[in-house]
């Protein structure tokens, strides 16, 4: 018998299998975008007349005046933006890495533009309102949370949890204050420029005073670091609240009425339209915050004590094997982490005037949130930290609407944004595995 041999069909392309999380992230994308959409939609179709004033020039440009325009084609690019982008997803073609962060931004901006189209359309009295630059308030808001965030991660970074960011802020506005009026009244022979740089000088010795009682009971005594983080909270208030109360009534010059920081421009960047004014028209806290974020990226990332930072926050026993002193390294980035966090605080006094003992209004857990949000980086938690500063701001713009978008709403978005974000659109979201950990050496 001649056998016979079977040849075998031919197979087709296998299947492409896909993993479950991306499953989960494109079917967030498509809810997501849809209902931004869903709302752009209707804040189109909701407006009768597209006339909107702008006034974004800043208030330095004497020709500053309303500029009416017709809000329809923003209104209308929001709504491409978004359509595209919810293809993307659809299709599961929506990019990753800087490409999606980009393409977020854009669908971002484009709801932004069309809320604010929708809320300044129709006016109900007889005043119009005109939009302001949303930047130079940002700014204004986001400097201390910026600094606050830094310090949080590097904390976090080296094992510490800190949740004493917000204590922190109080010691430094509370000192910052103090140390700069002090100056003004005393030193009567410096410039005034200069006190204000001694207001500095008080809020990051006040922030580092808190650090190193955080790494004192947390790295010493190896009580729980959430504890003491709030334990710390509660003891910003309660010293700052006190030694206010004890400044007499006739003293108040010489202890609470802060020499403010100037605003020092940058020669040719101040002259850009609309952003220079508003980006290089600041004082010096705001840039050194703009320096603080790159140089903290800097240190640890490409620097061997960096490197150190990062390897007792992730695994302090293999650290140790290799000779590395975890807990001195620890004390370090705490330490470290109190300067900026100091210089945060000291930016409410010394950009507002005098102290008041609840004027941080919880900044400091915001700036923790930052850090969640950022991935315990400091380039992407100095972005989030951005984020909030635009949408506190935002409530503060709008805050002459009131009959359109209720304040509280308003508000609760920085803390909505944050759910949102963490929930899944910052991708997996990861401490460094021995955050929050106790190490002690073996022998």
Known sequence: MTDVLETPATAGPEPEVRDRADVRRQIKLVVVLALVLLAEV??????DDPTVYQL??????KENQPVEFDGTLVSWIAVALTAIALLLAIVNRFPRGVPGVLVAVAVGVGFYGAFLMWAYADPTGTFSPAMTNPIPGTIRIATALV????AGVLCERAGVINIAIEGQFIAGAFFGSVFSSFAVVSIASIPLFWCPVFGLLGGVLAGVGVSAMLAFFALRYHVDQVVVGVVL????YGI???????????????FNNPGLLEAVD?????????????LFGQNLLVYIAYFSVPLVWFLLFQTRWGLRVRSVGEHPKAADTVGID????????VLLGGVFAGLGGASFTLSTGAFDKEMTAGLGFISLAAVIMGRWHPLYAGFAALTFGFLRNLKD?????????PGDLLSALPYLATIIAVAGFVGRVRAPAADGQHYVKSD
């Open 56 to 61: 974004f020039k800043g208030p330095r440009t």
């Open 397 to 405: 713009q709008l805050s002459i609407l009131d009959d359109k978008v």
């Open 147 to 150: 600094f606050g965030a830094l």
């Open 42 to 47: 209707w804040f189109k179709l909701a407006i």
């Open 266 to 278: 940058i020669p040719g960047l101040v002259d850009i339209p609309y952003i220079g004014e508003a």
């Open 326 to 333: 975890v807990n001195r390294t620890k004390w370090q980035a």
């Open 240 to 254: 700052t609240s006190f030694l206010l109360g004890q400044i007499p009534d006739d003293r108040e010059d010489q």
């Open 233 to 236: 909270v509660a003891f910003g």
